[in-house]
Nanobody, 127 residues
Protein backbone atom coordinates (compact mmCIF):
# COMPACT_ATOMS: atom_id res chain seq x y z
CA UNK A 1 0.00 0.00 0.00
CA UNK A 2 1.32 3.45 -0.92
CA UNK A 3 -0.04 6.83 0.04
CA UNK A 4 0.75 10.13 -1.63
CA UNK A 5 -0.21 13.29 0.25
CA UNK A 6 -0.42 16.65 -1.50
CA UNK A 7 -2.07 20.05 -1.32
CA UNK A 8 -0.15 21.77 1.45
CA UNK A 9 1.10 25.31 1.21
CA UNK A 10 1.27 28.74 2.78
CA UNK A 11 -2.01 30.48 3.59
CA UNK A 12 -3.10 33.42 5.72
CA UNK A 13 -5.17 32.92 8.84
CA UNK A 14 -8.81 32.45 7.92
CA UNK A 15 -7.93 30.89 4.59
CA UNK A 16 -8.55 27.41 3.23
CA UNK A 17 -6.60 24.48 1.84
CA UNK A 18 -7.58 21.04 0.60
CA UNK A 19 -5.23 18.16 1.17
CA UNK A 20 -5.40 15.01 -0.94
CA UNK A 21 -4.25 11.50 -0.11
CA UNK A 22 -4.04 9.15 -3.07
CA UNK A 23 -4.03 5.51 -2.00
CA UNK A 24 -2.65 2.79 -4.25
CA UNK A 25 -2.16 -0.92 -3.85
CA UNK A 26 -5.39 -1.50 -1.98
CA UNK A 27 -8.94 -0.19 -2.11
CA UNK A 28 -9.08 2.70 0.34
CA UNK A 29 -12.83 2.40 0.84
CA UNK A 30 -12.48 -0.88 2.75
CA UNK A 31 -10.67 0.47 5.81
CA UNK A 32 -9.87 3.53 7.84
CA UNK A 33 -7.85 6.40 6.41
CA UNK A 34 -6.85 9.30 8.65
CA UNK A 35 -4.91 12.51 8.73
CA UNK A 36 -2.35 13.26 11.42
CA UNK A 37 -0.20 16.32 11.90
CA UNK A 38 3.07 17.10 13.59
CA UNK A 39 4.27 20.57 14.52
CA UNK A 40 7.93 21.26 15.40
CA UNK A 41 8.76 20.06 18.90
CA UNK A 42 5.39 18.35 19.32
CA UNK A 43 4.14 14.80 19.05
CA UNK A 44 2.19 13.62 16.05
CA UNK A 45 -1.53 14.07 16.69
CA UNK A 46 -4.67 12.66 15.14
CA UNK A 47 -6.71 15.19 13.15
CA UNK A 48 -9.55 13.38 11.38
CA UNK A 49 -10.26 9.87 10.17
CA UNK A 50 -12.87 8.18 8.02
CA UNK A 51 -14.17 4.63 8.19
CA UNK A 52 -17.22 2.83 6.90
CA UNK A 53 -20.36 1.35 8.36
CA UNK A 54 -23.55 -0.16 6.95
CA UNK A 55 -25.03 3.35 6.89
CA UNK A 56 -22.12 4.86 5.00
CA UNK A 57 -19.00 6.70 6.03
CA UNK A 58 -18.19 7.37 9.67
CA UNK A 59 -15.77 10.05 10.80
CA UNK A 60 -13.94 11.03 13.94
CA UNK A 61 -12.35 14.39 14.58
CA UNK A 62 -9.98 16.22 16.88
CA UNK A 63 -12.08 18.67 18.91
CA UNK A 64 -10.07 21.71 17.89
CA UNK A 65 -10.82 21.22 14.17
CA UNK A 66 -14.50 20.31 14.41
CA UNK A 67 -16.58 22.63 12.29
CA UNK A 68 -13.50 23.78 10.36
CA UNK A 69 -12.06 20.61 8.81
CA UNK A 70 -13.95 18.01 6.80
CA UNK A 71 -12.64 14.62 5.72
CA UNK A 72 -14.17 12.90 2.72
CA UNK A 73 -13.51 9.94 0.48
CA UNK A 74 -13.71 9.56 -3.32
CA UNK A 75 -13.98 5.81 -3.78
CA UNK A 76 -13.82 5.98 -7.56
CA UNK A 77 -10.40 7.63 -7.41
CA UNK A 78 -9.19 5.92 -4.23
CA UNK A 79 -8.50 9.31 -2.71
CA UNK A 80 -9.22 10.84 0.68
CA UNK A 81 -9.47 14.60 1.11
CA UNK A 82 -9.12 16.95 4.04
CA UNK A 83 -10.85 20.26 3.47
CA UNK A 84 -9.48 22.81 5.92
CA UNK A 85 -11.33 26.09 6.38
CA UNK A 86 -10.86 28.98 8.80
CA UNK A 87 -7.24 28.01 9.25
CA UNK A 88 -5.37 29.27 12.30
CA UNK A 89 -1.64 29.69 12.92
CA UNK A 90 -1.81 26.79 15.38
CA UNK A 91 -2.80 24.51 12.48
CA UNK A 92 0.71 24.91 11.10
CA UNK A 93 2.30 21.46 10.86
CA UNK A 94 3.34 18.69 8.53
CA UNK A 95 0.21 16.74 7.68
CA UNK A 96 0.37 13.00 7.07
CA UNK A 97 -2.23 10.57 5.79
CA UNK A 98 -2.23 6.99 6.99
CA UNK A 99 -4.22 3.80 6.73
CA UNK A 100 -5.27 1.34 9.43
CA UNK A 101 -6.02 -1.81 7.47
CA UNK A 102 -7.25 -3.71 10.54
CA UNK A 103 -10.02 -1.17 11.16
CA UNK A 104 -13.08 -0.24 9.18
CA UNK A 105 -15.97 0.70 11.50
CA UNK A 106 -13.88 2.18 14.30
CA UNK A 107 -11.50 5.09 13.71
CA UNK A 108 -8.38 4.76 15.88
CA UNK A 109 -6.77 7.96 17.10
CA UNK A 110 -3.44 6.39 18.07
CA UNK A 111 -0.71 6.52 15.45
CA UNK A 112 0.53 3.04 16.32
CA UNK A 113 -2.70 1.56 14.95
CA UNK A 114 -1.86 2.79 11.45
CA UNK A 115 0.16 0.57 9.13
CA UNK A 116 1.05 2.72 6.15
CA UNK A 117 1.95 6.40 5.97
CA UNK A 118 2.33 9.01 3.28
CA UNK A 119 5.33 11.29 3.08
CA UNK A 120 3.68 14.37 4.60
CA UNK A 121 2.79 17.78 3.23
CA UNK A 122 3.63 21.09 4.92
CA UNK A 123 0.82 23.44 5.92
CA UNK A 124 1.85 26.89 7.10
CA UNK A 125 -0.70 29.41 8.33
CA UNK A 126 0.52 32.96 8.78
CA UNK A 127 -1.08 35.40 11.22
Amino acid sequence: VQLQASGGGLVQAGGSLRLSCAVSGRTSSAYVVAWFRQAPGREREFVQGIGISRRGSITHSLDSVKGRFTISRDNANNTVYLQMNSLKPEDTAVYYCATAISYSTVVPTVAERYNYWGQGTQVTVSS
